[in-house]
Nanobody, 121 residues
Framework: QVQLVESGGGLVQPGGSLRLSCAAS????????MGWYRQPPGKQRELVAA???????NYADSVKNRFTISRDNAKNTVALQMNSLKPEDTAVYYC???????????????WGQGTQVTVSS
């Protein structure tokens, strides 16, 4: 089993910045992709950003040039730096990791509990 814990959410004004962090722990043999998803109020969950094991990122069009995803493989963490925040960025943000618990098992998706990000003046 793998556990993911997010931190760094909160209230920020439009145009401000916030940094989210996620730490993976438990029976981790290896982690491939990691990413961030979000679910705005009354809307479906959507991919925000993802990053490969070797550090190659991809972003949703809505956050390109504003958000930056990064990871630290030694610490099993992934972060999301959010700049120029807009009210429409308000959502619960979830950490995701594709991991396996042994060399004999396949990769599976694991999820954090979510952290609230509110962008409002």
């Amino acid at each position: 089993q793998v556990q993911l814990v997010e931190s760094g959410g909160g209230l920020v004004q439009p145009g401000g910045s916030l940094r989210l962090s996620c730490a993976a722990s438990g029976n981790i043999f290896s982690i491939d992709h990691m990413g961030w998803y979000r679910q705005p109020p009354g809307k479906q969950r959507e991919l925000v950003a993802a990053i490969t094991n070797d550090g190659r990122p991809n972003y949703a069009d809505s956050v390109k040039n504003r958000f930056t995803i990064s990871r630290d493989n030694a610490k099993n963490t992934v972060a999301l730096q959010m700049n120029s925040l807009k009210p429409e960025d308000t959502a619960v943000y979830y950490c995701n990791a594709e991991a396996r618990i042994s060399r004999f098992t396949t990769y599976r998706d694991y999820w954090g509990q979510g952290t609230q990000v509110t962008v409002s003046s």
